[in-house]
Nanobody, 119 residues
Framework: QVQLVESGGASVQAGGSLRLSCAASGRIFSINVMGWYRRAPQRERELVAT???????NYADSVKGRFTISRDNAKNTVFLQMNTLKPEDTDVYSC?????????????WGQGTQVTVSS
């Protein structure tokens, strides 16, 4: 079983920055995609950004130019640098990873970390 633990969520003023981190642990053979999703109450989960093991990134249009995703493959960790935060970025941000664990494919989610942006 692969566990994901996020950190870095906080309350900030609009225009501020935050950096989220997510570390994967457990019996990991390889991780393919790592990423961040967000979901406020009463809304569906929304992709924020993903990154492959080779460094190919994908962003939601709403965060392009403001957020940057990166990863440390050696430490099985993914980061999300969030700049120029807006009140509409307020949400619970969850980490995602998929890959192989032993002879099995895994898809894991973190518990989520709250980001609150006030105007």
């Amino acid at each position: 079983q692969v566990q994901l633990v996020e950190s870095g969520g906080a309350s900030v003023q609009a225009g501020g920055s935050l950096r989220l981190s997510c570390a994967a642990s457990g019996r990991i053979f390889s991780i393919n995609v790592m990423g961040w999703y967000r979901r406020a109450p009463q809304r569906e989960r929304e992709l924020v950004a993903t990154i492959t093991s080779g460094g190919v990134t994908n962003y939601a249009d709403s965060v392009k130019g403001r957020f940057t995703i990166s990863r440390d493959n050696a430490k099985n960790t993914v980061f999300l640098q969030m700049n120029t935060l807006k009140p509409e970025d307020t949400d619970v941000y969850s980490c995602y990873a998929d890959g192989t664990s032993g002879f099995r494919i895994f898809r894991s989610w973190g518990q989520g970390t709250q980001v609150t942006v006030s105007s």
